[in-house]
């Protein structure tokens, strides 16, 4: 019986070991330092298709050699398919990740700039310092240009600018940085009567300076300044302030002249302004104390608005609340469910909804709506008062010796008093209220539907207590956080 004939076995392939010592070389580049762990990524995210080509070639040479040998060929192999697989899945997942914009990603989720991330993304952190000096023309206006980094302003001696800076830059190594902080030079250029100080991170290119400056500058010099992230704080300055800023906090103290901010921060505080202040854009919380101007805030503040003494009309609009009132001698917080005011001089009007509203205090005229939300209303001087609202209660306190002629209706709701003067009839789908509280005064309207009505006697005419002039007012408290996907 004839011997089976033996079927040559095709050589193994070598393009699974050649790729794999190709990326171990790469990697081997990496733990020596000859190549740096964050150029090595880059490389491999833009080139990784290559390891594809090689690996084709091989096969090529491979099916070439055993075809002339009259060998079969052998194909990928489960090995070799789990392999191109592998590199085509972490390769287009290494691509997407390289062309990320990190720097945007850092600021918007507020990752700080500690070292470990830096790391991470293999740079490391290099410090410079510089200073400049210059003087500053009478009456001119500064502005400030700084695209990251702290601004800090405060009053100098004399007629001179001078700013302190100090630069973090962060790179694959001191050369880099060292060529960078040449190109990232501050500037100060003048223009009749505009001196402009420029903090020049971008002459980096994508690489990230961060460029925080101390300014010193007469009281007396206008202020505008453009700040993409970094905190910016004022201190004791005697002209207007303009503030376009990104992502930080703002903080402006001790302040003479009008403050305009236009805005998408993470926290405002202002306090002891002379003039007018006018905020629009978006804070999560926002402090405002001891102002002897107006004050009107336009747009989506979305955690706390705290306001505190303010001596002239405050104004607030947002996508839920309409508010405006001629005076503030107490506190208002405003929050996403919440609305609580004292010592609140009108004619007020009040326009949200979805929110629970407390008036201690109320002097003068007050028109306010509501809807889904409790409303209680102390009044204390009272003007002429209408108070409509949706599938909430109402509660408002009438102190003694206090006239006024009260309308109350509420259909599927009863009507409570404690003024036997007041004619109450609470039927079964609708109720009433009618009468005069004392003498003769202003009119005090009350509308519900879906809510009860309390016409309560106050204990005292007293409303909470303004500080007393000419001292210092005690400091607000940091606003109470609250969820951030609603707004006010």
């Known amino acids: 019986m004839a011997s089976p004939v033996m079927t040559p076995r095709p050589p193994r392939s070598i393009a699974g070991p050649i790729v794999l010592i190709l990326l171990g070389i790469l990697f081997l580049l990496g733990t020596m330092g000859v190549l740096h762990w964050h150029s090595l990524w880059i490389w491999f995210a833009r080139y990784w298709p290559a390891l594809l080509i090689v690996w084709g070639i091989i096969k090529l040479i491979e099916y070439e050699l055993a075809k002339r040998s009259g060998l079969p060929s052998r194909g990928i192999g489960a090995g070799g398919v789990f392999l191109v697989l592998f590199i085509i899945c972490f390769g287009l997942i290494a691509t997407q990740i390289a062309r990320v914009d990190w720097e945007r990603f850092r600021n918007h989720v507020e990752l700080g700039d500690n070292e470990d991330w830096n790391d991470w993304f293999g740079y490391s952190s290099y410090d410079y310092s510089d200073e400049l000096n210059r003087e500053m023309p009478p009456g001119s206006t500064l502005r400030i240009n700084d695209e990251r980094g702290t601004i800090t302003v405060n009053i100098a001696s004399g007629n001179t600018l001078k700013v302190s800076i100090r630069k973090k830059i962060r ?249 036997s003067e007041l004619k109450v009839n609470n039927g079964e789908d609708q109720s009433s209220a009618s009468g005069s509280i004392g003498a003769s005064g202003p009119r005090l309207v009350i509308n519900n539907e879906n809510g009860t009505i309390e016409i309560r006697r106050a204990s005292s005419t007293a409303p909470a207590t303004p500080p007393t002039p000419g001292k210092p007012a005690k400091t607000l408290p940091a606003p109470p956080a609250a969820p951030v996907e609603s707004e006010n």
Not at 225 to 253: F, K, L, P, Y
């Open 171 to 419: 790179t694959e190594n001191q050369q880099d940085a060292d060529s960078y902080n040449t190109k990232t030079r501050p500037q100060i250029t003048f223009a009749d009567k505009v001196v402009t100080l420029n903090a020049n991170t971008q002459g980096a290119g994508d690489k990230s300076v961060t460029t925080d400056m101390d300014v010193y500058v007469p009281r007396n010099t206008a202020l505008v300044i453009a700040s993409r992230r970094g905190n910016v704080t004022i201190t004791g300055m005697g002209a207007s302030v303009e503030i376009n800023h990104h992502a930080g906090d703002i903080s402006v103290t001790d302040h003479a002249g009008n403050v305009a901010l236009t805005l998408e921060s993470k926290s405002v505080r202002l306090a002891h302004v002379k003039g007018d202040v006018t905020l629009q854009g978006r804070a999560d919380e926002v402090a405002v104390e001891d102002v002897d101007g107006a004050v009107r805030l336009n747009g989506e503040f979305q955690e706390s608005i705290r306001l505190a003494r303010v001596s002239r009309t405050v104004g607030f609009h947002s996508s839920r609340t309409d508010l405006e009132f001629a005076r503030l001698d107490g506190q208002l917080d405003l929050d996403r469910d919440v609305l609580r005011a004292n010592s609140l001089a009108g004619p007020t009007r009040l326009i949200t909804r979805s929110k629970d509203i407390t008036l201690d205090g109320l002097s003068g005229d007050l028109r306010l709506q509501d809807e889904n939300g409790t409303v209680e209303v102390g009044l204390h001087k009272p003007g002429n008062i209408q108070i409509d609202n949706r599938k909430g209660d109402i509660t408002v306190s009438v102190p003694p010796n206090t006239g006024v002629k009260v309308e109350a209706r509420a259909r599927g709701g009863e009507i409570q008093s404690d003024f």
